[in-house]
């Protein structure tokens, strides 16, 4: 495995493992301490999630494929998937919770496509069922801890706690992604300068003849 591809992982156990957290306990959340909170509204609330996500990540996909800064994008994304666990914490009416559902899937459909694509490009060949293999249980292992422990701590601390929780989490993921921000704008840099030695080096053979 290449540092991306660590890094990458790295930063997806961070983030899933911190919404292992909370997923078993939203929808109980939202039907006993959210104000027009049901079992329905919170099944509409992942549906909103859903919808959302899909909407945006088919046309984001089209454009960071040509983009360069796909790094930039992922943070943004996974800054606002960060953000939604924050907001669970002031949440007191169904309306606000619609709200946060909506940037989760916005966050999700910057991050998703984003993500896939650096992982794609940095798979080394002949091993993409291994390094998938190790992603899906890595973060599936740390998703089956969490689960259990999210309860407890919503058990025991309360709620807001495990948001606080969750939120600390996937910002430890979003800063894993601002390491490989710079390494990528480290090689951009290089590669750039590398153009310009060759461009250089041509002039110079030119003139000479």
């Given at each position: ?11 997806d156990i961070f983030v899933l493992t ?125 998703t089956a801890v969490t689960a259990a ?61």
């Open positions: 495995m290449n540092r991306t591809i660590k890094l990458l992982m790295l930063s911190g919404f292992g957290l909370i997923q078993p306990i939203l929808a109980i959340f939202i039907n006993e301490g959210v104000v027009g909170g049901t079992i329905l509204t919170a099944g509409m609330a992942s549906t909103l999630f859903l919808v959302t996500k899909s909407l945006v990540q088919l046309p984001f996909s089209k454009y960071i494929d040509n983009s360069e800064k796909k790094t930039r994008w992922l943070i943004l994304g996974t800054a606002l998937i960060a953000a939604v666990p924050v907001m669970y914490i002031f949440i007191d009416n169904i309306y606000q919770v619609y709200l946060a559902e909506t940037l989760y899937g916005i966050g999700s459909g910057l991050a998703y496509p984003t993500w896939v694509g650096l992982w794609s490009l940095n798979l080394n060949p002949g091993k993409e069922s291994f390094e998938w293999s190790v992603y899906s249980t890595s973060t599936g292992l740390g422990a999210g309860a407890a701590i919503a058990s025991l601390a309360g709620f807001t706690a495990t948001f606080i929780l969750t939120g600390f989490l996937c910002l430890l993921g979003c800063g894993i992604l601002l390491m490989l921000d710079h390494e990528s704008a480290s090689k951009r840099r290089d590669r750039i300068l590398s153009a310009e030695m060759k461009s250089r080096s041509r002039l110079d053979h030119l003139s000479l003849d």
